[in-house]
């Protein structure tokens, strides 16, 4: 079974620029999470998909942040313009409706902005 | 108050000891608690979880949930150079955010 994947998994863009990231769960899994860990901080919850259904997206930053994920599928993070305080790891987890809480990572994306 | 306390270390353990992890969180209500392994450059992995007071075992891990103190650890056995990595302590007061604490980085000697 493939696990969670994401692209890209290095990206730098200068402040201003747009960036978009992507994940796609384990198949089969209806719960998607997006995460980030600025350098030398905890990780911190942004969002949580319910299949097409965004949950709960208490945790975005600010409006800069659109997560979407169409079908129900994989998702997308778009940073938009971005800042220089949005380095750093963005990770996705997905979990499966059965084991809501037993979330499997990506092995994340990290973005510098220059 | 952060969330979720843990000690940065670096801890370090010899071959074949007891490692002990220890972690607080600050919601009172707090319902799941998660360890999670990560590897330097990998993605965390779950290795643990408990919901109950008292102690859960897994092969050479424990996890211990102590409610009314706040305190959950993760005590891994026979402690062996593959077990060096940062362990992520994570919370689920309700719904559906979790909390994650900062890591505690563990080096297993040989």
């Known amino acids: 079974e493939a696990g969670v994947t994401q692209f890209p998994s290095h990206s730098v863009i200068e402040k201003g620029q747009t960036v978009t990231l992507r994940c796609d769960p384990i198949?089969?899994?209806?719960?998607l999470y997006w995460y980030r860990r600025v350098m030398g901080k905890e990780i911190k919850f942004l969002l949580h998909f319910v299949k097409e259904s965004k949950q709960d997206e208490s945790g975005m930053p600010n409006n800069r942040f659109l997560a979407e994920r169409t079908g129900g599928t994989y998702s997308t993070l778009k940073v938009q313009p971005a800042e220089l305080e949005d380095s750093g790891v963005y990770f996705c987890?997905?979990?499966?409706?059965?084991?809501?809480?037993?979330?499997?990572f990506g092995p994340g994306t990290r973005l510098t902005v220059t | 108050q952060k969330e979720v306390e843990q000690n940065s270390g670096p801890l370090s353990v010899p071959e074949g000891a007891i490692a002990s992890l220890n972690c607080t969180y600050s919601d009172r209500g707090s319902q799941s608690f998660f360890w999670y392994r990560q590897y330097s450059g990998k993605s965390p992995e779950l290795i643990m979880f408990?919901?109950?007071?008292g102690d859960k075992e897994d092969g050479r891990f424990t996890a211990q949930l102590n409610k009314a103190s706040q305190y959950v650890s993760l005590l891994i056995r026979d402690s062996q150079p593959s077990d060096s990595a940062t362990y992520l302590c994570a919370v689920n007061p309700t719904g559906n955010q979790f909390y994650f604490g900062t890591g505690t980085s563990l080096t297993v000697i040989p």
């Open positions: 408990i919901y109950s007071n």
């Open positions: 198949s089969g899994h209806d719960n």
């Open positions: 987890a997905s979990s499966p409706v059965q084991k809501i809480y037993e979330q499997y």
